[in-house]
């Protein structure tokens, strides 16, 4: 892009949902006097007897933990979807409309141990969690009445997790929810006017011009998009088109545990912390349609801004009016590539 | 509403934005083992030498406040846009869009006391600041360039606001943002197909249901809108048909400044404290149309959820699914509506 982009304040424009951001590139100076955060530090202990995920612990209601070794899927104890619901809808008037929502939460342990997080376990271990998500995705999705699976993870206490315990979440209801909804609505309109996917197509035009790109392999890519709105936002991306988890081969199954691996270390590297962020896979619905419009993708959401413990705060304007950020989305990505993918913790 | 949207999870629709929300009201014996926020506390010195908003102290870059008695404004020192930028446009294949955005960012001192809050000033102070937005509105609005002014305030730390000195912020610029964008879309979809107004009808609607109203006065009725994303969010709406500040009498604005001071106090008195929010108003474009669609309002997002210290997340689900919430709008508004309107800083 041209200079004008590194130093002019403007507006971005994000294709997949349709909606604006705006760029502030000058005001990176601005001095902080307010919130200061915690520093994030990993978990110290390899199992805790008091978390409610470590194996064999037990957790709310009378459930127990099983002494598991690998992954580990129970449903949320305090589920905010339920299947077992009495169906209803209201319209007062077109403007006090509400409608029941069945759907099923599931809490996804990544690990036995306590202190590790995706970036500290080893691929093959990740490669593990990659194969639960899409397990999950069929199984749940196979359900005739879940028409949407949302595979997320909060990570870090700034982010709303409540245990540091390496886990991570699923929603699947039946209703299609506003994020993926807005980014079909793009996904189809964008094929059908130009033939192509418009996820294909930035992969395309991102690998060639690179200075987005954070890193990537044979499977994927990780790049910061042109339309960020957190300061180290992610977008990783399938190479090909895939509409979701399920059809990845083998080896673009290790592809994405291996980026997994390195972003999420990056990220650690980057203020030397156990990085905080929110992250979640887009896959096409389960409601039976064929989605050939819909390209496998996962957004990372990280809070910080210029430290360890200086985040962005997303108030005021960003909520009444438009996201704003601070600093480019090509100036992120720079820093996010010059970084180290040996994890802090493992230098001499 | 029925018993329904009491127990069982359902989505609710907003019909100003036009986007879904998710409502999980069995949610909230959920335990709490996350974040714990510091209490917000009220500043302590009326003065504080230290403060760049104070009268008479030096702010960035060799500026000093006057001895202010009232209000002050003034252009921010780290201006998030600017008025004398060069234009640009760019267009890489409709997938890498942007365009510059020129605009003005303006502080608001709502009072030379540091300690104060708009709960605790008394109204005809507050109808100063009132009279004070509707002033920049004209004045900024004005400009042939500028074609939206969004009055906001970030209030606490949490809220990212960097000083506790009561002041707001006003961004004008030359495109609507995003979500009065949103709004103006709806009121006039409303208005083609229904020759009234969406504001007005809910108006009327709700002051009649009752069970989502906070606090009412001759000019403005604060309620707890039926689709709230935030725990206690509240919308703050005109009684006639107001397109935006500048029309309302001498009466209304008294109206107006005796509301906030209601609300803002019953907040205070929700957890005893200094309550966090972001507030803004909402109204019509300043782009020389008529805008008869548009309804003035005020929203006010505060984070806080069960106590002083345990805040809502917006984390994972609400960024890449729906936002959800744990409590009803009827829950939320019943408990602010049984609250004091004498402030707990005031009382014997
Ligand atoms: O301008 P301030 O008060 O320094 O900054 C605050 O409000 C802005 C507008 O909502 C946000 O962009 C910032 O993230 C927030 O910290
Ligand atoms: O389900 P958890 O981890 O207890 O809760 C966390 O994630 C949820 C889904 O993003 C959010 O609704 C909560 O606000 C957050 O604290």
Redesign the pocket.
């Known amino acids: 892009m041209s200079d004008a982009t590194k130093s002019t304040p403007h507006r971005r424009f994000n294709p997949l949902t349709g909606e604006w951001i705006l760029v502030s590139p000058h005001r990176t100076q ?1 001095p902080w006097q ?1 919130q200061v955060e915690k520093a994030p530090r990993p978990a110290a202990l390899e199992y805790d007897p008091e978390c409610y995920l470590c194996p064999g612990n037990a957790r709310a209601g009378g459930h127990r933990n099983p002494p598991y070794i690998s992954t580990f899927v129970f449903e949320n104890d305090y589920a905010a979807l339920k299947p077992d619901i009495v169906e209803f809808e209201r319209n007062e008037s077109g403007l006090l409309i509400a409608q029941s929502e069945r759907g099923i939460c599931r809490v996804l342990c990544f690990s036995p141990r306590h202190d590790l997080t995706l970036s500290r376990m080893d691929p093959p271990a990740i490669r593990t969690v990659v194969d639960l998500w899409s397990q999950q995705y069929v199984e749940l999705g196979g359900k005739s009445w879940i028409n949407y699976v949302q595979i997320f993870e909060n990570r870090g206490e700034m982010m709303g997790a409540s245990n540091p315990h390496p886990h991570g979440q699923i929603w699947a209801n039946s209703s299609v929810p506003n994020e993926p909804g807005k980014e079909q609505l793009s996904q189809q309109k964008y094929r059908d006017s130009r033939g192509s996917c418009l996820l294909c197509d930035c992969v395309k035009l991102e690998t060639k011009a690179a200075e987005r790109v954070v890193c990537e392999n044979g499977g994927f890519v990780a790049l910061v998009p042109f339309w960020a709105v957190w300061p180290f936002e992610v977008l990783l991306v399938s190479k090909r088109h895939a509409r979701d988890l399920t059809v990845l081969s083998d080896s673009e199954r290790d592809a994405l545990a291996d980026i997994l691996k390195r972003l999420t270390t990056r990220y650690d590297n980057l203020f030397e912390i156990s990085f905080p962020y929110s992250m979640g896979f887009h896959q096409a619905p389960t409601d039976a349609q064929s989605h050939d419009e819909w390209h496998l993708h996962a957004h990372f959401y990280p809070p910080l801004l210029r430290s360890a413990s200086v985040r ?2 997303m ?4 909520m009444l009016g438009t996201p ?1 950020r601070d600093i480019t989305a090509e100036s992120a990505a720079k820093r996010l590539r010059e970084l180290s993918e040996v994890h802090y913790l493992d230098r001499e």
Chains 1, 2 share one sequence.
């Not at 108030?315 to 960003?318: F, L, N, P, Q």
């Open positions: 601005r307010g962005k705060f108030v005021g304007y960003e704003q």
